[in-house]
């Protein structure tokens, strides 16, 4: 298994540190290129977008970060992904422990057909929690009050989650997340589904979020990325229909100063 | 430019001539749900004039009566303790294999050309002729292994009976449970991966209890057809004249004789005389409502496990 330093003190001590280190990675489904040759880093305690047209490969590649595409059978990818300097897809590691490290919030809220408790609570017991109930109970309530949702479920732990409206439905995936205390937070444009009040909420929170955690966030919203970012990389298709890295830079830069053109066109509105 | 005073625009979408194809398609449609229906009822009230005599003047005891050679004696216990028996078999057997199988080719299998393969071989099981399970159930568990299954009845036994049918459903098993494993959405087991659960996590806390409605639902289907066949319980051996259960104990009672409702209906349907045909009426009326309560169950669980994603 793979120590990780993920004490407060450690992480302040080492801003900007990487946490990913992509070496010409390339994604297949079958025979099919999704995405080619990305090579690109992930810092520690930053939020990073990843915008481009729709089918550049942005969600795959995004998957490919907590091997979320090993569950589908065709898909393997070349090159590296390196955490922290290990690589992800190498012989000896597992994908469960990937995944507890690397958690992830999709684009649909999908909270289980389970009570907003066992929701939250269903990560740690998969992960061997040994506290006892009200240990556990603290635990739930430290995930939900970090995805801000504490206030406005707290007197109905109970109650089923699918009752929720989308927006809760969403922060409680990202109290689900969160409650196996991964470092990386991986969201698959998790606010696609959502109105501009709830939109708005989760990128509050997902600011928040990066006192403790990475952030690595799909998105189709321009807005999004240049209002919630640190970092944007832009990604479009190639002829062969492969993703492929246009650039990547301080989100402000891209927004403000593209270098390629058609990153500018792509921000402006003008393809895509 | 279109006319845009009030009165052509009214003109203009005030109904169109009177639509004969779409009344003539619609009645097409009533008439063949009527005809269904009808055909039904029709069914339903010859049975009942039939049964009317044996039930209006035995009633219970028509239930609780064992066979007989005179039909005013004549019951249908022991084909329904017999039915209950081989439906407990289906249970016991198809229903964790058949669960199991499905769970292995939803969750487990890799999409390739073999599984695939399997996937049409078990749908074209479930529609093979029952008579060919019989056939099966003749060869393989009377005479291949009437050793076990009725050492002293050349194998036709409760034990082959039960095994039978427990291969004629297990296919019906395995497809339901299938359909309702895929019905669980994949963002769910997807959502379960992302905390970081095992495979067998997943299914055992997710996808098995959120298709557990489903795959309910399918084997009590599948158990109601099982109820239902006739022709490979009397290839098999399922007693059609009168028999006395004289087993001694549970090893006995399996290798002993049995019948089942529908068998008794066969026979009796074959019998001489309007006596025996009113019996006939009345046993296929058992018949209708056990299934009737089976199908209902089915209906009811559906109804209140139903789950929206």
Redesign the interface.
């Known amino acids: 298994m793979v120590q990780v330093a993920t004490t407060e003190r450690e992480r302040a001590e080492a801003p900007g540190e990487v946490v990913f280190d992509l070496q010409e990675l390339s994604c297949f489904y079958g025979s099919f290129r999704a995405v080619r040759e990305i090579s690109i880093q992930i810092r520690r305690n930053e939020i990073t977008a990843l915008i481009g047209p729709s089918g550049c490969g942005k969600s795959t590649l995004l998957r490919s970060f ?1 091997r ?1 595409n090993d ?1 589908i ?2 898909a393997r990818v070349t090159g590296r992904i390196l955490y922290h300097g290990v690589d992800l897809y190498g012989p000896a590691i597992d994908p ?2 990937v ?2 490290r690397i ?2 919030v ?1 684009q ?1 809220p ?4 389970k009570s907003i408790y066992d929701n939250v609570a ?2 740690p017991k ?2 061997g929690f040994r506290g006892n109930r009200s240990e556990l109970d603290d635990l739930v309530e430290a995930s939900l009050r970090r995805a801000a949702l504490w206030d406005e479920v707290k007197d109905k732990l109970d109650q089923m989650a ?1 009752a929720l409206s989308g927006g809760q439905q969403q922060r409680l ?1 990202i109290a ?2 969160i ?2 205390e991964p470092e990386v937070i991986l969201m698959d444009e998790p606010c696609s589904a959502l109105d501009p009040v709830a939109t708005l909420k989760i990128e509050e929170l997902m600011r928040e979020l990066t006192e403790n955690y990475t952030i690595v966030i799909v998105t189709h919203n321009m807005q999004q990325a240049a209002r919630a970012s640190d970092v944007t990389a832009f990604l479009t298709m190639g002829d062969d229909r492969a993703g492929y890295l246009v650039e990547m830079n301080a989100t402000e830069e891209i927004f403000t100063r593209p270098a390629n053109r058609l990153t500018e066109d792509y921000i402006t509105g003008r393809f895509g | 430019m279109a006319v845009t005073t009030r009165d052509a625009v009214a003109r203009a979408l005030e109904g169109r001539r009177f639509d004969v194809r779409g009344y003539l398609f619609e009645g097409l449609l009533l008439l063949s749900l009527l005809i269904a229906l009808g055909i039904l009822v029709t069914l339903l009230t010859d049975v009942l004039i039939g049964a009317l005599p044996v039930v209006g003047e035995r009633g219970v005891d028509f239930v609780t009566s064992n066979m007989s050679a005179r039909a005013e004696r004549a019951g249908v216990l022991q084909g329904i303790t017999g039915s209950l028996s081989l439906m407990i078999f289906v249970v016991v057997l198809a229903f964790p294999t058949g669960v199991a199988a499905a769970v292995y080719l939803e969750e487990y299998a890799r999409d390739t050309p073999l599984t695939r393969f399997l996937n049409t071989v078990i749908r074209n099981l479930a529609g093979v002729p029952s008579i060919v399970y019989g056939l099966l159930g003749l060869a393989v568990f009377a005479v291949l292994l009437g050793g076990i299954t009725g050492p002293e009845r050349a194998g036709r036994s409760l034990m082959t009976g039960g095994l039978t049918l427990a291969i004629l459903v297990l296919p019906i098993v395995i497809i339901t449970s299938a359909e309702a494993l895929r019905a669980v959405p994949t963002t769910i087991r997807e959502a379960a991966f992302g905390v970081g659960a095992t495979r067998w996590e997943v299914i055992r806390s997710h996808v098995l209890p959120y298709a557990a409605p489903g795959i309910l639902t399918g084997t009590i289907l599948s158990l109601a057809r099982a109820f239902g066949e006739t022709a490979p319980l009397i290839m098999v051996g399922a007693v059609t004249g009168g028999f006395a259960f004289t087993a001694t104990g549970p090893v006995d009672a399996l290798q002993g004789p049995y019948t089942a409702l529908p068998t008794m209906i066969f026979s009796w349907a074959r019998q001489p005389g309007a006596e025996f045909r009113a019996n006939t009426s009345a046993a296929i009326l058992v018949l209708l409502v056990v299934l009737l309560i089976v199908n209902a169950t089915a209906v009811i669980l559906r109804n209140r496990y139903d789950r929206r994603w």
């Not at chain 1, 999908?110 to 057909?113: E, I, L, Q, S």
């Open positions: 907590n979320m569950l059978d065709s469960v422990e995944r507890r958690g992830m999709f649909k999908n909270p289980f057909p269903f990560g998969v992960a699918t995936c689900r997340a409650a196996v």
